[in-house]
C-alpha cells in the first residue's frame, strides 16, 4: 500500500498500534480510516517516540500496546510525553475466523485498527501503586515455593521410607529438628537435603518479613482507613485486605457493584439462544487472585452472618457446596463495594 506522506501533521490523530518484543518494535500508524504506515525500530519507549514525531510532526498520538510482560512503564512515558497510551487484554483483540497467519507487523496493524475503532483498554495505576501489589505478589510466590519444597522433602521421606508425620503446612521447629537430623545411606544426598532444607528456611524468613512489611503498608496513611473497613469483613485481615486494595487499585472504577462481581469473575456464563436463557458456570475471566480470596473468605462469613448462612443453605438445597459458595462470594463481593465507596464498615445481618 502506497505511503501518505505529509510535512505538517499538527491536528491530525493517529492511531499507533505496537508489537513488543525485546529486540524490536513493530508499529503501524493509522488514521480513522487509512492506514498510514508500518515500520519497525529498536526496542526502547526512547527510540520509538522520536521515530514516531519524525516521521509525523505535529500530530497527536494514541498508542496501544498488549498487557503482558513489559508493564505499565511505555504507557507512563507516553501519557508523559504528550500522547495517550491503551493497553489491551490479549484476550479481547478479536481474530477473524480462518485466518492461521500471525506476523508482528499484522499484529501491529490489528492493534491499531481496534484503536481506531474505539476499543477500551485496561485500567492503568500509579507507580507506587503497582510496586505495593508487586510487594502482594511476590509474598504469594514465596508462599507457593514453600508448599512446593514442602511437597518435594515430603515425597522423598516417602520414597526412602522415612516415618516422620507432621500436621499441615506448618513445620514446628522440632520436626523441622528432626529433618536436619536425618542421615541417609548415600553422604553426598544428605547434604544435598540440606541444602533444600536451606532454601526452605530461607524462604519462611522471607515470607515473615515481606508479611511484616504488608502490615506496616496497612498501617500507612495510604491505605489504613480502607483496611479497616475491609477488616470489618468476617475473615479479612491485614493481608487479605491489603490484597483486594492493590488488586483494584480504585474501587471507584467499577460504577457498580455487578461490574465489580463482573471484574473478580463471580458472575456465571450465560448462553442465550431465542427466548430461552441459560445460566452456565463461572466464565472462568476475571482476576483469580480476587476470586480464589474471596471464595475463601466466604467460607468464614456464611459462620458469622445469618443471612448469607441462610443464602447458603438455600442454594445448596438444589446445588453442590462449591456452586452454593460462590453464589455466597458475589453477594460478598457486592457488599465489599458497596463498604469501600460507602466507606461504611461491613454490617452482619443485612439483606442484599
Known amino acids: 500500500m502506497q505511503e501518505i506522506r505529509r510535512k505538517n501533521w499538527a491536528g491530525q490523530r493517529l492511531f499507533v498500534g505496537l508489537d513488543l518484543h ?3 518494535w513493530v508499529s503501524t500508524v493509522r488514521g480513522r480510516d487509512l492506514h498510514l504506515k ?5 526496542s526502547g519507549e526512547e527510540a520509538f517516540w522520536k521515530t514516531l514525531n519524525h516521521q509525523f510532526p505535529g500530530a497527536q498520538f494514541i498508542v496501544a500496546y498488549e498487557a ?3 508493564g505499565y512503564h511505555i504507557a507512563e512515558y507516553i501519557n508523559n510525553n504528550g500522547g495517550k497510551a491503551v493497553i489491551f487484554p490479549p484476550h479481547r483483540i478479536p481474530t477473524p475466523p480462518g485466518v492461521f497467519v500471525k506476523t508482528d507487523k499484522i499484529d501491529s496493524r490489528k492493534l491499531a485498527s481496534e484503536l481506531s475503532k474505539g476499543l477500551d483498554g485496561i485500567y492503568q495505576p500509579d507507580r507506587i501503586s503497582l510496586y505495593h501489589r508487586s510487594v502482594i505478589r511476590k509474598r504469594s510466590q514465596l508462599v507457593r515455593r514453600k508448599v512446593e519444597i514442602q511437597n518435594q522433602i515430603k515425597s ?8 516422620l508425620y507432621t500436621l499441615g503446612r506448618y513445620w514446628s521447629a522440632e520436626f523441622l529438628r528432626r529433618l536436619w537430623e536425618l542421615e541417609f545411606v548415600d553422604p553426598g544426598y544428605t547434604r544435598t537435603f540440606r541444602i533444600i532444607l ?3 528456611q530461607e524462604i519462611v524468613r522471607n515470607i515473615k518479613e515481606t508479611t511484616d512489611y504488608i502490615k506496616e503498608m496497612a498501617q500507612s496513611d495510604l491505605y489504613k482507613e480502607r483496611v479497616c473497613l475491609l477488616k470489618s469483613v468476617p475473615g479479612v485481615g491485614d493481608l487479605s485486605a491489603m490484597t483486594i486494595l492493590l488488586e483494584i487499585f480504585d474501587i471507584n472504577r467499577f460504577a457498580s457493584a455487578e ?3 463482573s471484574y473478580v469473575g463471580l458472575v456465571p456464563s450465560e448462553y442465550s439462544s431465542g427466548e430461552k436463557i441459560r445460566k452456565g458456570s463461572l466464565s472462568g475471566m476475571g482476576n483469580k487472585t480476587l476470586r480464589s480470596l474471596l471464595i475463601e473468605v466466604s467460607w468464614v462469613v456464611i459462620r458469622k452472618d445469618p443471612v448469607l ?8 438445597k438444589g446445588k453442590t ?3 452454593a459458595i460462590v453464589s455466597v462470594a458475589n453477594s460478598l463481593a457486592r457488599r465489599i463495594h458497596y463498604v469501600l465507596t460507602n466507606r461504611s464498615p461491613y454490617c452482619l445481618g443485612v439483606v442484599v
Do not use: S
Open 259 to 261: 461490574k465489580f462481581a
Open 321 to 323: 457446596g462449591a456452586e
Open 309 to 316: 448462612f441462610e443464602k447458603y443453605n438455600r442454594i445448596k
Open 22 to 24: 525485546k529486540k524490536a
Open 156 to 163: 522423598d521421606l516417602l520414597f526412602y521410607g522415612i516415618q
Open 68 to 70: 503482558g510482560c513489559f
Open 38 to 42: 508500518t515500520f519497525t525500530v529498536p
Open 198 to 200: 536451606q532454601e526452605y
